[in-house]
């Protein structure tokens, strides 16, 4: 069992940044594939971004060229560095994985076996 565990939530203005973490201690990011997804309110939770374990990346479109995911596997830690929020950006966000791929640039839709708790991203 892969325990995931988000951090870096907050709230914040309009136009600003903001920086998610994942961490999964005792595991192996280079190994494995991680999502980020997030839950507006009233809303289904949508993928937003994922990185494979050889580091190739996919973002869907309302955050692509704003938000970029990255990972550090000598910490086991994965990032979303979110820049230029807008409101519509406001939700639970949650990291996932780990049997997941990212092919063709295509956000996975399958092999998110292991979810965290999530963290509120507030933006107004």
């Known amino acids: 069992h892969v325990q995931l565990v988000e951090s870096g939530g907050g709230s914040v203005q309009a136009g600003g940044s903001l920086r998610l973490s994942c961490a999964a201690p005792?595991?192996?990011?280079?190994?494995?594939?991680m999502g980020w997804f997030r839950q507006a309110p009233g809303k289904a939770r949508e993928g937003i971004a994922a990185?494979?374990?050889?580091?190739?990346?996919a973002y869907a479109d309302s955050v692509k060229g704003r938000f970029t995911v990255s990972k550090d596997n000598a910490k086991n830690t994965l990032y979303l560095q979110m820049n230029s929020l807008k409101a519509e950006d406001t939700g639970l966000y949650y990291c996932?994985?780990?049997?997941?791929?990212?092919?063709?640039?295509?956000?996975?839709?399958?092999?998110?076996?292991?979810w965290g708790q999530g963290t509120q991203v507030t933006v107004s």
């Open positions: 996932a994985g780990v049997s997941c791929t990212v092919v063709g640039g295509s956000l996975p839709e399958k092999g998110f076996d292991y």
């Open positions: 005792g595991y192996r990011y280079d190994t494995y594939c």
């Open positions: 990185i494979d374990s050889d580091g190739s990346t």
